[in-house]
């Protein structure tokens, strides 16, 4: 078995990108279940401290690009929100499978590349996940990281495939069995990186909370909204059933 460092290593000159699927930070846009419990400075300044934090996570990774793909209105915001620190790349289109259809034409127009796009509220992603994303597109055409609800939190692949989220569903508790059926229809060898979760609802949020507060570093500027806003936090029921 391959070391952390020895993982990070092979990465180095792979032509390895990894792209943030990323919204600009306005109310009504960004974590709109959420926003049904929580006051909407809170939900922005939530997502914001998730995408920051999702974006040093990924700029930690060696021998990795980092770009963000947003929808083409949010650029110049996005843009200017982030410091010009990092590519922002406007999608084709509207909705998110546009925008990993986008993702995957435009990173690969040139030359064949490695591309991982995520979530832009993943800043407690261990960094292992994602170089094992990249790792496993040496011998798949396609990479999945499935969420617990369904869905998936990250996508790869080293080229373009129009109709791979045709119709997708996205948002979806069949989003994850509707990607995989339509690679199956293409033919593609599929590859899955570990379960995790989204910050979607109530329970995602608590449970988040909880493990900042053991590991804060994890996620530095989102711990600090939880010592901010801990008193709605409190607040927050989560949904019957939810594990």
Request: hydrophobic fraction near 40%; charge should be negative; proline fraction near 6%.
């Amino acid at each position: 078995m391959k070391s952390i460092d020895q993982t990070r290593q092979g990465l180095c000159g792979q032509n390895c990108t990894l792209v943030i699927m990323a919204k600009a930070p306005r109310p009504g846009t960004v974590k709109t279940r959420l926003a049904q419990s929580l006051p909407p400075p809170a939900v922005i300044a939530l997502y914001r401290c998730l995408l920051e934090d999702t974006l040093e996570l990924a700029k930690s990774l060696k021998g990795i690009e980092v770009a963000i793909m947003c929808p083409e209105p949010d650029q110049d915001e996005l843009a200017n929100f982030l410091g010009n620190n990092v590519p922002v790349v406007a999608q084709k289109g509207k909705g998110l499978a546009a925008g990993l259809t986008s993702v995957f034409e435009h990173f690969t127009a040139d030359t064949q590349r490695r591309i991982i796009a995520f979530n832009s509220d993943s800043p407690h992603l261990p960094p292992l996940v994602l170089e094992s994303a990249f790792q496993a597109l040496a011998t798949h055409d396609v990479v999945i990281g499935p969420t617990h609800d369904g869905g998936y939190y990250l996508v790869g692949a080293k080229a373009a495939y129009p109709t791979l989220f045709e119709g997708d569903g996205m948002g979806t508790k069949s989003a994850l069995d509707r990607l995989l059926s339509r690679a199956q229809d293409l033919g593609l060898s599929t590859g899955f990186t570990d379960s995790f979760y989204d910050i979607d609802v109530a329970e995602d949020l608590i449970r988040l909370g909880a493990e900042l507060h053991a590991a804060s570093e994890r996620a530095p500027r989102t711990a600090a909204w939880f010592a901010e806003w801990g008193e709605a936090v409190a607040q927050l029921k989560p949904a019957t059933g939810a594990v």
